[in-house]
């Protein structure tokens, strides 16, 4: 069963920050999050595992809440280059109902 | 909703063998496929990019010749893993890109888990 993406869209000016959330009915092993470019293949940006990870790296970071089922994904002081449409994917196990969400489209303006 | 297919969703192969895995878009026209592997506690990994009636562009340390892929038509490509070892065990997924109204737009098949015996 495919994960919730909340919101389904953000519009953001240069340097605000935006939260993106991601949720499932079935108990995790992982979560994964992508960003993609019109046109272009998913970008991986980062796995979180069972265990209650919170990962970053530059001013994007995300967090697991594995007893919630829920991951956020952070971006703080967005910047132009962040627009895009993000994905989470979640596994229940390695492999196995890998599902990735419906996708939140993302625009940065200046 | 857009749907793509992955077949097969298991498979087992002797070493040597070679295994093809088929990626369908159902319901709509993919002029673009992308195919994935992900080993355990990794994310997907882009092996490569096919647009219909061309060749697949491939990531750097993959192989064109281990990894055969085929995009005939605009709702079916085929990875072929070709003499496979069991290191080429893995999770597979593929991944179309739509036309039309959902240009843009990128869809994901269930995946096909690969074990080499």
């Known amino acids: 069963q495919q994960p919730v993406q909340s919101p389904q869209a953000v519009i953001l000016r240069e340097g605000e920050d935006a939260v993106i959330n991601c949720s499932s009915s079935?108990?995790?092993?992982?979560v994964h999050w992508y960003r993609q470019k019109h046109g272009e293949a998913p970008v991986f940006l980062m796995i979180?595992?069972?265990?209650?990870e919170q990962k970053g790296h530059d001013k994007i970071s995300a967090s697991f809440n594995e007893k919630k089922q829920q991951s956020s994904l952070y971006l703080t002081a967005s910047q132009l280059s962040y627009s895009g449409t993000y994905f989470c994917?979640?596994?229940?196990?390695?492999?196995?109902?890998?599902?990735f969400g419906p996708g939140t489209r993302l625009s940065v303006l200046p | 909703g857009a749907v793509v297919s992955q077949h097969p969703s298991w498979v087992i192969c002797k070493s040597g063998t070679s295994v093809k895995i088929e990626c369908r878009s159902l319901?709509?026209?993919?002029?673009?496929m992308f195919w994935y592997r992900q080993f355990p506690k990794q994310s997907l990994m882009l092996m490569a990019t096919?647009?219909?009636?061309?060749?697949?562009?491939?990531e750097q340390g993959v192989e064109k010749d281990k990894f055969l892929i085929n995009h005939a038509s605009l709702t079916l490509s085929t990875l072929t893993v070709t003499s496979a070892h069991p290191e080429d065990s893995s999770f597979y997924i593929c991944?179309?890109?739509?036309?039309?109204?959902?240009?843009?737009?990128?869809?994901f098949g269930e995946g096909s888990r690969l074990t080499v015996l």
């Open positions: 079935k108990a995790l092993y992982s």
């Open positions: 979180l595992l069972k265990g209650g």
């Open positions: 319901d709509f026209q993919a002029t673009t």
């Open positions: 096919s647009n219909e009636g061309s060749k697949a562009t491939y």
């Open positions: 994917g979640t596994e229940t196990g390695y492999g196995q109902n890998f599902v």
């Open positions: 991944s179309a890109s739509g036309q039309g109204e959902n240009t843009g737009e990128l869809f």
